[in-house]
């Protein structure tokens, strides 16, 4: 079964929309979708904001459900001049930026790393081009912290200056996936860049577009899978 994680109501609702036979179940308190995408069956689930909420509900997720491969959806901050509101980022690696042990293991205990699934992220490419979807591929920083203050900003460029974009819940979502050897990817849809004062879109226009956007690339991407 493929397993897909959304980060906000509007896309849960976007793909439900696109979905079959769809039925709602709650367990352990999670709220969860199965059903039929592009004739494959999935199911959904709402990881809720954060690392802590999104690796509960990614580990009661893999617990209850026969998953074969994960796709993790969302929006983020990006932090790189050549990015545009809208671009999709997908990962190549996944980093969560707030986690230092430095005092004890020096420059090794900053940040821990999860690398997502080739193959996976090539198929993203290929759904992106197919789809005319402006993308970048590489490193999404994750904590649990919302990343707006510029010496914030600063902070996690020194420290991963490949990163293209700050998010809340993918560390945790890889870190789980990582455990269990679920193959993973994860997308984000760039809702603002942070190095940039010309945002043109207010954030709830934005969920609009985005959610249609994530539900339809979505779509073209378990078409895709095997």
């Known amino acids: 079964m493929i397993a897909i994680i959304a980060a906000m109501r509007a ?86 930026h707030d986690f230092d042990t430095s005092a004890l293991d020096g420059e090794s205990g900053i940040g821990l790393h999860f690398v997502a699934d080739a193959s996976l992220k090539s198929l993203c490419e290929k759904v992106c081009e197919q789809q005319q979807v402006p993308y970048h591929v590489g490193m999404i920083a994750s904590g649990d912290q919302f990343v707006s203050d510029p010496m914030l900003i600063t902070s996690l460029l020194n420290k991963f200056q490949n990163a293209l974009c700050a998010e809340m819940e993918a560390g945790g979502i890889a870190q789980v996936c990582t455990h269990f050897q679920i193959p993973f990817v994860v997308l984000r849809s760039l809702s603002d860049i942070a190095v940039k004062d010309d945002n043109h879109l207010e954030f709830m226009t934005y969920v609009q577009y985005a959610s249609k956007r994530s539900a339809a690339l979505c779509l073209e991407l378990v078409k895709a899978l095997r």
Do not use: R
């Open 11 to 96: 896309e849960v609702d976007a793909l439900l929309a696109l979905m079959k036979n769809v039925h709602e179940q709650t367990k352990d308190g999670i709220l969860f979708w199965e059903g039929i995408l592009a004739d494959k069956s999935v199911v959904l689930m709402l990881s809720g904001v954060g690392k802590g909420n999104a690796a509960l509900s990614t580990t009661l997720l893999l617990k209850n459900y026969d998953v074969s491969q994960l796709v993790n959806i969302g929006t983020a901050g990006g932090l790189k001049s050549n990015e545009e509101v809208l671009d999709l980022v997908i990962s190549a690696c996944i980093v969560q």
